[in-house]
Nanobody, 116 residues
Framework: QVQLAESGGGLVQPGGSLRLSCAAS????????MRWYRQAPGKQRELVAA???????NYADSVKGRFTISRDNAKRTVYLQMNSLKPEDTAVYYC??????????WGQGTQVTVAS
């Protein structure tokens, strides 16, 4: 069981930036596949970005060119840099960790609100 703790959410104006962090409790963080999801009110949770243990990344079309996922294995942390934020990016953002053969783990979520 991996404990995940997200931070970095908040209120930002359209066009602004935020960086989310997700710290993991496991000492074998480097082998975990990491993802960021988000869930807006009344909508299903959706995948935003993913990064493999090897550092390969993938993004939802809606955030390509604006968001960047990265990881620091020494700090057991995955990041989501969000630039050029739009009101439609408003959601609770969740970190998710998994590795082959085990059940995935979710963080508690962090609220991101984009509004003027």
């Amino acid at each position: 069981q991996v404990q995940l703790a997200e931070s970095g959410g908040g209120l930002v104006q359209p066009g602004g930036s935020l960086r989310l962090s997700c710290a993991a409790s496991t000492s074998i963080f480097s082998i975990y596949f990491m993802r960021w999801y988000r869930q807006a009110p009344g909508k299903q949770r959706e995948l935003v970005a993913a990064i493999t243990s090897g550092g390969s990344t993938n993004y939802a079309d809606s955030v390509k060119g604006r968001f960047t996922i990265s990881r620091d294995n020494a700090k057991r942390t995955v990041y989501l840099q969000m630039n050029s934020l739009k009101p439609e990016d408003t959601a609770v953002y969740y970190c998710y960790a998994y590795r082959t053969g085990t059940q995935g783990n979710w963080g508690q979520g962090t609220q991101v609100t984009v509004a003027s």
